[in-house]
């Protein structure tokens, strides 16, 4: 299965590294942040990789290629302007396959994505996402949403609810009429502007992750993640 990445984004949180180098170029222990990422997926045999990019991109590309210094495959969309995490979508339309995993290029979630791909066919929905239940809190991220046997149900970044008692954990499964719901030229949120349809018409389900997700968004997220057991 194809996997599509979002690595496009400014990372002003990361100022002033981020400065000179796109986020997901960040160095953990000598190597980019999405070097590790791609080598995951690797390990999954996610070998075929879409870069959806902008800021400083060609960062990325002359680090990564087309992908076969890593054994992998890579084609990339490039984004002149910011269109949000759909509008990157909606602009890689003509290289996106008609069922494709999306990750978020720097969020890392190590786990059986096998395993996913058969949830996911199992539900016959648009989408699914995976979830992670942060009930305890040891994620220092707001909880976000409520679901009901596989069902999202609500999705809400916004509000403190006990009702919202799992967060989404960086990694999803789309078929590609999902870009059908995307305005093209457009700025548009997946997860503020379509998440919504997909709940309200019941196609968007939930697989629960065993182990909590990371990622390197702020510095203090950066600083734990130096000492994450990263597998070669």
Do not use: W
């Not at 490039?78 to 995993?101: N, P, Q, R, V």
């Not at 997220?221 to 130096?226: D, S, V």
């Amino acid at each position: 299965m194809q996997t599509v990445i979002l690595a496009g984004g400014l990372g002003t949180r990361l100022y002033p590294i981020t400065n000179s180098i796109p986020k997901p170029m960040v160095l953990i222990k000598g190597r980019p942040f999405l070097e590790y990422l791609l080598l995951m997926l690797k390990r999954n045999s996610l070998n075929k990789i879409l870069l959806c990019v902008g800021y400083l991109c060609d960062k990325i590309k002359v680090h990564f290629g087309d992908g076969h210094r890593l054994g992998i495959e890579i084609k990339y969309s490039y984004e002149k302007e910011l269109l949000g995490t759909g509008g990157a979508l909606k602009l890689a339309s003509d290289l996106i396959e008609e069922k494709f995993l999306l990750l978020y290029g720097d969020s890392y979630l190590d786990i059986d994505y096998g395993e996913f791909i058969k949830f996911f066919e199992n539900q016959k929905t648009m989408g699914s996402i995976v979830i992670y239940n942060n009930t305890m809190g040891d994620t220092d991220v707001k909880n976000n949403i409520a679901i009901n046997g596989d069902r999202i149900i609500r999705y809400d970044k916004n509000k403190d609810d006990p009702f919202l008692k799992y967060v989404e954990a960086g990694v999803s499964i789309f078929r590609k009429q999902l870009l059908d719901l995307i305005e093209a030229n457009q700025i548009v949120s997946l997860e503020n502007d379509i998440f919504p349809i997909l709940i309200k018409n019941k196609e968007l389900t939930g697989y629960q992750s065993p182990v909590r997700f990371c990622d390197i968004g702020t510095f203090d997220r950066l600083n734990l993640f130096q000492n994450f057991g990263f597998k070669p």
